[in-house]
């Protein structure tokens, strides 16, 4: 049963049993109104307790059930809550673990509210492209004032119940106790069964103002933030709404703002996007009972800029690593790289010095490669030269023990030559880190001919291990996320050379969503970096056409911020990106007589980008490169920067028709260039990749 009742004395207890989670489905929503009904109606009852099993109140709405006529079917949460509002006899809230969303507005109509310290409450509705829609932005605001519940309403994040209690007013919790929430909650419901008339948050007030003017502010930085996204702004405009405008009104405007957006095609794509992430964790023919292999010890290769932000993860995860170069030098550098990443975790306060320092005894530094032989995953993260990486993988095979998982964090190389290098190509896969590799969610785990499943397996539970979205990637020159970069570049490249500048680019693709566009990215990155890449590529392939307008700009010395000038100036050792007028000069010459027809609109300049990315998306899939198109999706929204809300290119490429995508493909490229035969097929059967 979904929902059980017992009474304990005059008090009757309705538990919310429903695993894992406790969701707010279309079932647990007729039986919760059913047992309350029965719990109000019953004579020998004066108080009611609402509690949840499984160490969780209720994480909210069940979202599986959305955009299915079960979400909105009767009972709805917000009768569920009409009835709790007409309650003559007291409720109270028990809440243990999580209580998020559609849980958290449930508890918020009851009368009292008590909870354990480490409980955590959220209103996560903007993540995935709405508002709360029973009541959450017009409660909250009057139980821990405006200013608090913006915050947690805007951003989503989750608070837990005794930093809640800390908060000067607050009407939220009746306690906070440290204890059997159960015993405590039918302690107070007998406690207060006569006490008249029932206090619901609804008939007070916030205890504090948001004033216009911050409003205005808070709007514009919100609007910066989520780039395009509508939910954030749209909650804080009714939690506002909590300050001026009647109850009842509020809510009704509440609930039409959530059906608004629920149904829209932002939410639709951020939704596309959670279960794409989800998953991406199966790997069809790999067995979900395969063993790991226990990773208790990590080696990194490498004191650089990866191999330092690799070393973080690990920390951070708890396990102890040994930094391994090849002068004391360079390990000194890296050691303090750490610990200054550290150093901001403490300057923002999610780190204390002592755990600062815990972490950091925990990093162990060597040049001798034997002091690493005994870890069970070495990460190497040497320069990307095929002649460093193959002698660092002949002496791992000469020094690591049996067993242990050799994994390279090389970008464009191929694994399996790698895995060629040792005796033990059961044993090696690629891990591709992002950077930084501290903060980046992404984490491809690229799976060689002969990786073995369980080093498979070991791979994508470490990933998780590490708080990273692990998409598997097989072997190509780039995998997934990289490989299709370079087309989403060519055709930037090719909006250059016919007149736009990198600014007209990069603008245009901000404003579609992606954080930074092409030219910013490179600039930051240091362009020497993609240079290096296309000069290998070039030796293999000598007929491959060169990308002269950054070769040129490599020439000039111009890698970006690093070197103070790349394909725009940054005056003053600053970061702040202007226009250059000696790339403007040297682009010049790459245009003999341009500027025929009309210059694309951004919408026409972000599309030609997009599409390239969904083009080498399809042959990407065609090879079975990524398993699925939404692993695609996820290793772009995760990793590059595409906005979440647009549900990752080929989610996007099945919204705009694929038979628009390919017209529009074919008008924008040179003659003679093939449409990957993926996306000729399905748009000829009128398919989608989904
Ligand atoms: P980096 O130049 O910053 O660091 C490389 C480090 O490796 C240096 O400290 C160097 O001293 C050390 N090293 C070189 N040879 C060694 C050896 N034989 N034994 C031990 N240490 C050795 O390079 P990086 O940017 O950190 O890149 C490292 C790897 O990560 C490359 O394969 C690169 O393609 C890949 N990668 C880089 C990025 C990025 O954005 N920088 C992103 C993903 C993957």
Redesign the pocket.
Known sequence: MPVTSRVDGNVAVVTIDHPPVNGLGHLVRTELLRELRQALASDAIRSVVVTGRQGCFSAGADITEFGTPRSTAEPTLAEIIGEIDASAKPIVAAIDGTCFGGGLELALAMHYRVATPSSTLALPEVSLGFVPGSGGTQRLPRAIGMAAAADLITTGKSRTAAELAEIPVQRLFEDVYDGDIVVHAVQVAARIDDARPLPRLRDLTPSDRIGDDQLTEMRATLRAQHRGLEAPVAALDLVARSATTPFDDAIAEERGTFLRLVGGAQSAGLRHVFFAERQARKIPDLPEETITRPIETVVV???????CGIVVSFLNAGVPVTL????RD?LE??RLTVAAIFDSYVRKGTLSAREKDTRLLRLRTSIDLHDGGNADLVV?????SWD??R??FSRLDAVMKPGAILA??????DVDELADVTERPQDVVGL????P?HVMKLLEVVRGARTAPDVLATAMTTARRLGKTAVMSGVCDGFIGNRMLQSYRDAAGRLLRSGLSPQDIDSAIESFGFAMGPYRVGDL??ND?GWAVRRRRYAENPDMPHDTISDTLCEMGRFGQKTGAGWYDYPNGGRNPVPSPVVEEMLSRFRPGIASGERPTDRQIAERLVFALIDEGARILDEGIAQRPSDIDVVYVSGYGFPRHRGGPMYYADQIGLDQVLATLIADNPDGWQPAPLLVRLAKEGGTFG
Not at 301 to 307: C, E, L, R, S
Not at 380 to 384: G, I, P, T
Not at 408 to 413: M, Y
């Open positions: 290769i490498g004191a650089g800029t990866m191999g391994i170069d090849t002068t360079a550098r890296g190497e993260a040497v320069f990307e460093v990486k002698s660092v390279s964090n090389t970008s464009t190389l591709h880190f992002f950077s590799a990155a240091g970096v």
